[in-house]
């Protein structure tokens, strides 16, 4: 069993940064993949980020590539996704989630997820 807890959200401007945090319980985090999904009010929870077991892989949605990165310290058992030039239409939950299936973009694929936090970005 995996916990997840996600922190960092907040309220910024367009064109600003912020960067989120999701700390993993358990001393087996870096056997699983991790990703960032996020979810918009009245739309489906959709794919950010993903990011393979050792940090050397790394997937992104068309939407977020060149603006978003995401990163792992397991040492630490924490993901992070350094979010800049951020926009309004990036406001949204953002979950983390972890898994041991293949690395993707499907929800499917991850078994464990956090609470979320929030991420405003104001126009």
């Known amino acids: 069993q995996v916990q997840l807890v996600e922190s960092g959200g907040g309220l910024v401007q367009a064109g600003g940064s912020l960067r989120l945090s999701c700390a993993a319980s358990?001393?087996?985090?870096?056997?699983?993949?991790a990703g960032w999904f996020r979810q918009a009010p009245d739309k489906e929870r959709e794919f950010v980020a993903a990011?393979?077991?050792?940090?050397?892989?790394?997937y992104y949605a068309n939407s977020v590539k060149g603006r978003f990165l995401i990163s792992r310290d397991n040492a630490k058992n924490t993901v992070y996704l350094q979010m800049n030039s951020l926009k309004p239409e990036d406001t949204a939950v953002y979950y983390c989630?972890?898994?041991?299936?293949?690395?993707?973009?499907?929800?499917?694929?991850?078994?464990?997820w956090g609470q979320g936090t929030q991420v405003t970005v104001s126009s």
């Open positions: 989630a972890t898994g041991d299936r293949e690395l993707s973009a499907a929800r499917d694929n991850y078994d464990y």
């Open positions: 358990g001393r087996t985090f870096s056997t699983y993949n």
């Open positions: 990011i393979g077991r050792s940090g050397g892989t790394t």
